[in-house]
Protein backbone atom coordinates (compact mmCIF):
# COMPACT_ATOMS: atom_id res chain seq x y z
CA UNK A 1 0.00 0.00 0.00
CA UNK A 2 1.86 3.05 -1.12
CA UNK A 3 -0.03 5.60 0.87
CA UNK A 4 0.11 7.07 4.34
CA UNK A 5 -2.43 5.25 6.67
CA UNK A 6 -1.48 6.19 9.66
CA UNK A 7 -3.07 7.87 12.78
CA UNK A 8 -0.90 9.73 15.20
CA UNK A 9 -3.80 10.10 17.84
CA UNK A 10 -6.18 7.39 17.03
CA UNK A 11 -9.65 8.31 18.17
CA UNK A 12 -10.46 4.94 19.71
CA UNK A 13 -8.85 2.16 21.17
CA UNK A 14 -7.92 -0.80 18.86
CA UNK A 15 -10.90 -2.06 16.85
CA UNK A 16 -13.40 -1.11 19.45
CA UNK A 17 -14.98 1.79 17.59
CA UNK A 18 -18.05 2.30 15.78
CA UNK A 19 -19.02 -0.78 13.04
CA UNK A 20 -18.49 0.93 9.50
CA UNK A 21 -19.91 -0.86 6.82
CA UNK A 22 -18.15 -0.59 3.43
CA UNK A 23 -21.31 -1.35 1.02
CA UNK A 24 -20.05 -3.72 -1.92
CA UNK A 25 -23.31 -5.04 -3.12
CA UNK A 26 -24.53 -2.45 -5.60
CA UNK A 27 -21.56 -3.11 -8.31
CA UNK A 28 -19.33 -0.77 -6.55
CA UNK A 29 -16.79 0.71 -8.16
CA UNK A 30 -14.97 1.13 -4.52
CA UNK A 31 -14.89 -0.96 -1.94
CA UNK A 32 -12.55 -2.27 0.71
CA UNK A 33 -10.97 -4.88 -1.32
CA UNK A 34 -10.39 -2.45 -4.24
CA UNK A 35 -9.66 1.25 -4.53
CA UNK A 36 -10.82 2.43 -0.90
CA UNK A 37 -8.84 -0.42 0.25
CA UNK A 38 -6.31 2.36 2.16
CA UNK A 39 -9.52 4.33 2.82
CA UNK A 40 -10.78 1.22 5.25
CA UNK A 41 -6.90 0.70 6.46
CA UNK A 42 -7.05 4.29 8.14
CA UNK A 43 -10.28 3.54 9.77
CA UNK A 44 -8.85 0.17 10.92
CA UNK A 45 -5.67 2.59 12.41
CA UNK A 46 -7.98 5.03 14.09
CA UNK A 47 -9.94 1.87 16.18
CA UNK A 48 -13.29 1.85 14.28
CA UNK A 49 -14.44 -1.73 12.94
CA UNK A 50 -14.09 -1.96 9.00
CA UNK A 51 -16.39 -4.44 7.75
CA UNK A 52 -17.99 -5.39 3.66
CA UNK A 53 -21.61 -5.46 2.96
CA UNK A 54 -22.67 -8.08 0.13
CA UNK A 55 -26.12 -7.98 0.71
CA UNK A 56 -29.17 -5.71 0.23
CA UNK A 57 -29.88 -3.16 2.78
CA UNK A 58 -32.66 -3.82 5.26
CA UNK A 59 -32.82 -4.30 8.98
CA UNK A 60 -30.57 -6.92 9.39
CA UNK A 61 -28.22 -5.86 7.18
CA UNK A 62 -28.12 -2.02 9.10
CA UNK A 63 -28.03 -3.42 13.04
CA UNK A 64 -25.23 -2.72 14.59
CA UNK A 65 -23.94 -0.22 11.93
CA UNK A 66 -22.54 3.01 13.27
CA UNK A 67 -21.60 3.92 9.93
CA UNK A 68 -22.76 2.88 6.42
CA UNK A 69 -20.69 4.21 3.39
CA UNK A 70 -21.87 3.65 -0.32
CA UNK A 71 -19.47 4.75 -2.82
CA UNK A 72 -20.16 4.97 -6.45
CA UNK A 73 -22.89 2.03 -6.74
CA UNK A 74 -23.48 1.10 -10.32
CA UNK A 75 -26.52 -0.27 -12.49
CA UNK A 76 -27.85 -0.94 -16.00
CA UNK A 77 -30.33 1.59 -15.74
CA UNK A 78 -31.91 3.91 -13.45
CA UNK A 79 -31.81 3.69 -9.38
CA UNK A 80 -28.60 0.98 -8.00
CA UNK A 81 -31.38 0.19 -4.85
CA UNK A 82 -34.82 -0.82 -4.51
CA UNK A 83 -37.65 1.46 -3.33
CA UNK A 84 -37.38 -1.23 -0.13
CA UNK A 85 -33.65 -0.60 0.40
CA UNK A 86 -34.05 3.13 0.61
CA UNK A 87 -36.92 2.83 2.95
CA UNK A 88 -34.89 1.00 5.08
CA UNK A 89 -31.81 3.05 4.81
CA UNK A 90 -34.00 6.05 5.35
CA UNK A 91 -35.00 4.56 8.42
CA UNK A 92 -31.76 3.52 9.96
CA UNK A 93 -30.40 7.05 9.31
CA UNK A 94 -33.85 8.73 10.97
CA UNK A 95 -33.03 5.84 14.16
CA UNK A 96 -29.79 7.25 14.96
CA UNK A 97 -27.69 6.00 11.74
CA UNK A 98 -24.85 7.67 9.68
CA UNK A 99 -24.61 7.44 5.91
CA UNK A 100 -21.30 8.38 3.67
CA UNK A 101 -23.31 8.48 0.35
CA UNK A 102 -20.68 9.09 -2.90
CA UNK A 103 -21.09 9.56 -5.98
CA UNK A 104 -18.70 10.48 -8.53
CA UNK A 105 -18.33 11.65 -11.77
CA UNK A 106 -21.95 10.61 -14.54
CA UNK A 107 -23.05 7.80 -14.68
CA UNK A 108 -22.45 7.48 -11.25
CA UNK A 109 -25.14 9.59 -10.02
CA UNK A 110 -28.25 8.27 -12.01
CA UNK A 111 -27.18 5.24 -9.91
CA UNK A 112 -27.54 6.89 -6.76
CA UNK A 113 -29.92 9.79 -7.14
CA UNK A 114 -32.83 7.76 -5.86
CA UNK A 115 -30.76 7.62 -2.82
CA UNK A 116 -30.21 11.09 -2.45
CA UNK A 117 -33.66 11.96 -2.84
CA UNK A 118 -34.93 10.29 -0.58
CA UNK A 119 -33.04 13.08 1.89
CA UNK A 120 -33.63 15.97 -0.05
CA UNK A 121 -30.56 16.26 -2.84
CA UNK A 122 -30.79 16.53 -6.44
CA UNK A 123 -27.15 14.69 -7.70
CA UNK A 124 -26.44 16.16 -11.39
CA UNK A 125 -25.52 13.62 -13.73
CA UNK A 126 -22.17 15.54 -14.64
CA UNK A 127 -18.77 15.86 -14.99
CA UNK A 128 -17.04 18.39 -12.55
CA UNK A 129 -13.74 19.99 -13.01
CA UNK A 130 -11.61 22.04 -11.45
CA UNK A 131 -9.27 23.70 -13.11
CA UNK A 132 -7.14 24.69 -9.80
CA UNK A 133 -5.79 21.44 -10.11
CA UNK A 134 -8.12 20.14 -7.91
CA UNK A 135 -7.74 22.12 -5.01
CA UNK A 136 -9.80 23.57 -2.68
CA UNK A 137 -8.46 25.78 0.10
CA UNK A 138 -10.10 27.68 2.64
CA UNK A 139 -9.08 31.31 1.09
CA UNK A 140 -10.54 30.75 -2.33
CA UNK A 141 -13.78 30.07 -0.43
CA UNK A 142 -14.16 25.92 -1.94
CA UNK A 143 -13.23 24.82 1.55
CA UNK A 144 -16.27 26.05 4.03
CA UNK A 145 -15.07 27.58 7.45
CA UNK A 146 -17.02 24.69 9.63
CA UNK A 147 -16.26 22.81 12.95
CA UNK A 148 -15.85 19.86 10.45
CA UNK A 149 -13.10 21.16 8.88
CA UNK A 150 -11.10 22.08 11.67
CA UNK A 151 -7.79 23.42 10.80
CA UNK A 152 -7.51 21.84 7.38
CA UNK A 153 -6.83 24.52 5.26
CA UNK A 154 -6.32 22.76 1.54
CA UNK A 155 -7.71 19.40 0.62
CA UNK A 156 -7.15 17.90 -3.25
CA UNK A 157 -9.83 16.80 -5.38
CA UNK A 158 -9.98 14.85 -9.06
CA UNK A 159 -13.17 15.98 -10.46
CA UNK A 160 -16.19 14.31 -9.87
CA UNK A 161 -19.84 15.14 -10.19
CA UNK A 162 -22.11 17.96 -8.26
CA UNK A 163 -25.46 18.08 -6.35
CA UNK A 164 -27.78 20.67 -4.83
CA UNK A 165 -28.96 20.16 -1.24
CA UNK A 166 -30.74 23.35 0.24
CA UNK A 167 -31.28 21.71 3.53
CA UNK A 168 -27.97 20.35 4.03
CA UNK A 169 -24.69 21.88 5.59
CA UNK A 170 -22.02 22.38 2.95
CA UNK A 171 -18.20 21.52 3.37
CA UNK A 172 -16.65 21.80 -0.02
CA UNK A 173 -18.44 24.40 -2.83
CA UNK A 174 -17.95 24.37 -6.47
CA UNK A 175 -16.39 27.69 -6.99
CA UNK A 176 -15.43 29.76 -9.73
CA UNK A 177 -12.69 27.54 -11.20
CA UNK A 178 -15.31 24.85 -11.48
CA UNK A 179 -16.89 24.01 -14.61
CA UNK A 180 -19.66 21.44 -15.54
CA UNK A 181 -20.37 19.30 -18.78
CA UNK A 182 -23.02 16.49 -19.86
CA UNK A 183 -23.53 14.17 -22.26
CA UNK A 184 -23.00 15.66 -25.38
CA UNK A 185 -25.83 16.04 -28.01
CA UNK A 186 -25.44 13.30 -30.07
CA UNK A 187 -24.55 10.78 -27.30
CA UNK A 188 -21.03 11.04 -27.97
CA UNK A 189 -18.49 13.06 -26.03
CA UNK A 190 -18.76 15.64 -23.81
CA UNK A 191 -20.91 19.33 -24.27
CA UNK A 192 -19.19 22.46 -23.64
CA UNK A 193 -18.37 23.49 -20.33
CA UNK A 194 -20.88 25.42 -17.98
CA UNK A 195 -20.67 27.02 -14.76
CA UNK A 196 -20.74 25.46 -11.51
CA UNK A 197 -22.78 28.11 -9.48
CA UNK A 198 -24.69 26.51 -7.05
CA UNK A 199 -22.89 23.02 -6.82
CA UNK A 200 -21.97 21.47 -3.80
CA UNK A 201 -18.91 19.18 -3.39
CA UNK A 202 -19.59 17.97 0.24
CA UNK A 203 -22.14 18.58 2.63
CA UNK A 204 -23.82 17.11 5.82
CA UNK A 205 -26.91 16.88 7.57
CA UNK A 206 -28.88 15.95 10.75
CA UNK A 207 -31.72 13.36 9.72
CA UNK A 208 -34.04 12.67 12.78
CA UNK A 209 -31.43 11.29 15.37
CA UNK A 210 -29.19 10.16 12.53
CA UNK A 211 -26.42 11.87 10.40
CA UNK A 212 -25.14 12.18 6.27
CA UNK A 213 -22.67 13.25 4.70
CA UNK A 214 -22.63 13.61 0.64
CA UNK A 215 -19.56 13.91 -1.59
CA UNK A 216 -19.55 14.36 -4.88
CA UNK A 217 -15.97 13.29 -5.58
CA UNK A 218 -14.96 9.82 -4.50
CA UNK A 219 -11.05 9.65 -5.27
CA UNK A 220 -10.52 12.02 -2.31
CA UNK A 221 -10.58 8.92 -0.02
CA UNK A 222 -8.93 7.09 -2.20
CA UNK A 223 -4.42 6.58 -2.51
CA UNK A 224 -4.38 5.41 -6.08
CA UNK A 225 -1.96 4.55 -8.63
CA UNK A 226 -3.34 4.80 -12.24
CA UNK A 227 -1.64 4.96 -15.37
CA UNK A 228 -1.94 7.46 -18.24
CA UNK A 229 -0.74 7.03 -21.38
CA UNK A 230 2.02 5.36 -20.65
CA UNK A 231 2.78 7.41 -17.10
CA UNK A 232 1.65 6.71 -13.62
CA UNK A 233 -0.45 9.28 -11.96
CA UNK A 234 -1.05 9.20 -8.07
CA UNK A 235 -4.71 9.94 -7.55
CA UNK A 236 -5.55 10.37 -3.93
CA UNK A 237 -4.29 11.34 -0.43
CA UNK A 238 -1.17 9.76 -1.30
CA UNK A 239 -0.96 12.21 -4.14
CA UNK A 240 0.81 15.89 -4.01
CA UNK A 241 -1.55 18.63 -2.51
CA UNK A 242 -3.53 16.21 -0.70
CA UNK A 243 -1.62 15.77 2.39
CA UNK A 244 -4.89 17.25 4.33
CA UNK A 245 -7.04 14.87 3.24
CA UNK A 246 -6.70 12.32 5.70
CA UNK A 247 -6.96 14.54 8.40
CA UNK A 248 -10.40 15.83 6.69
CA UNK A 249 -11.36 12.41 6.08
CA UNK A 250 -11.35 11.19 9.59
CA UNK A 251 -13.19 14.66 10.36
CA UNK A 252 -16.14 13.78 8.85
CA UNK A 253 -15.96 9.87 9.89
CA UNK A 254 -15.48 11.58 13.47
CA UNK A 255 -18.47 13.70 12.73
CA UNK A 256 -21.05 11.01 11.43
CA UNK A 257 -20.08 8.73 14.38
CA UNK A 258 -20.60 11.35 16.66
CA UNK A 259 -16.85 11.24 18.02
CA UNK A 260 -16.12 14.97 16.99
Same mark, same amino acid.
Given at each position: ??? =? ?12 ? &? ?6 ? $? ?10 ? &? ?45 ? +? %? ?12 ? #? ?44 ? =? ?7 ? %????? *?????? &?????? #? ?10 ? @? ?11 ? =? @? ?6 ? +???? *? ?6 ? *? ?6 ? #? ?8 ? *????? $? ?7 ? #? ?8 ? =?
Amino acid at each position: MDA =DVSVAAPRFEADSG &PNVLFDGA $HQNLHTIDTGYA &PFAQLLRNDGLRVNANDNVFNDATLENVGLLIVANAEAESGSAFSEE +E %IAAVRQYVEGGGAL #LLIADHMPYPLAAQDLASAFGAEWLNVYADNTHDGRMTRRSGDLVD =DPITGDVTR %IRTFG *GSCFIA &PGMRPL #LRAGETWSLQTE @GETGQGLSDKFPA =D @GCLIGAVA +EIGD *GRIAFFAE *GAMFSAQI #LAFDGRTRLV *GFNAP $HAGQNTTFI #LNVVHWLVRA =D
